[in-house]
């Protein structure tokens, strides 16, 4: 007579099998020396280079260890770059892959938070605001929802950004047309640049990919450079706005050099080299901390 026990062990192992493929997993060790715990990581970077995406509970049954110690790997992995971590899991992260807006919205949040709310207290009744695409910028729009303003006008490029400004009593909207890149929710190219040449702004919030005092600003999307190149020439004042892991990063297409930008808002984990550089071109830094803003 079969045994029960033996049979379900034994369809639960062929689930895993067919899941995973048909690599041993790694015996957990009592003190997960250094050996075992690199080998572990290695093959979890190589599983989410091939497959895109993990869960937690995925790794924890396929290398039988606590969800704990998934955690901390993949923590540590994505320190390095390789990965993204999300909420239950992590997402391959290649050299010039956009991420979804979606993604982008749940890193260094904190941190942009802090960004937006002070780049938000810049803003003065009255006043026509430029908002480009970006999960910074759109912090930045949440904040002024709450700000107590008589009226401003916001135009921007985001489809996110308008869905959140749309019915905020204090805002006039205008909407840029394009077309959409779904990855980020934002609009550009000649339908874009055409609606934003007959418009003028007092200031320019613009989210910036990358940036690097010897190169200038970057993205890696060729019409949306293009599209922000516009914006800083239609803007009185431009206030870049990117956390301290943008810096000294490069990107496919220069939307400017950085001389053209009045203001950099980042946090305090900015080299303090890569601000001296910035502030030695004539950039004004503002560094902002749980503290509040830094002095220079």
Do not use: W, Y
């Not at 034994?10 to 060790?29: D, E, N, V, Y």
């Not at 009592?30 to 290695?42: F, H, I």
């Not at 970077?45 to 998934?70: D, K, M, P």
């Amino acid at each position: 007579m079969n045994d029960p026990t033996t049979a379900a062990k034994s369809s639960a192992a062929s689930h895993l099998q067919a899941i995973f493929g048909s690599t041993p997993p790694l015996r957990p060790s009592a003190t997960d020396n250094g050996l075992v715990m690199e080998q572990r990581r290695r093959q979890i970077r190589e599983l989410i280079e091939e497959q895109g995406r993990v869960t937690t509970e995925e790794l924890s049954a396929r290398f039988r260890t606590s969800l704990v110690t998934i955690r901390g790997d993949l923590n540590a992995l994505a320190e390095t770059g390789r990965i993204v971590r999300t909420h239950g899991g992590a997402l391959a992260h290649r050299d010039g892959e956009e991420l979804p807006i979606g993604v982008k919205e749940n890193l260094r949040q904190v941190e942009k938070m802090r960004i937006a709310a002070v780049a938000a207290a810049m803003i003065q009744d009255g006043e026509t605001i430029l908002l480009d695409s970006g999960s910074t910028t759109g912090e930045i729009a949440k904040q002024i929802r709450q700000l107590k303003l008589a009226g401003i006008n916001v135009i921007t490029n985001a489809l996110n950004i308008a869905v959140t400004l749309a019915n905020a009593p204090n805002v006039q909207l205008v909407m840029l047309g394009g077309v959409l890149r779904p990855n980020s929710f934002s609009l550009s190219g000649p339908q874009a640049e055409l609606a934003l040449a007959g418009l003028q702004a007092d200031r320019l919030f613009l989210g910036v990919d990358s940036l690097d005092p010897d190169v200038g600003l970057m993205t890696p999307h060729v019409l949306e450079a293009q599209l922000n190149a516009q914006m800083i020439r239609s803007a009185r004042r431009v206030i870049a706005v990117a956390d301290s892991s943008k810096l000294l990063r490069r990107n496919l297409s220069v939307i400017a050099k950085v001389e053209q930008i009045h203001t950099l808002i980042t946090d305090d984990g900015a080299n303090p080299e890569i601000v001296a550089a910035l502030r030695n071109r004539g950039v004004e830094v503002v560094i902002v901390s749980p503290r509040g803003i830094e002095p220079r």
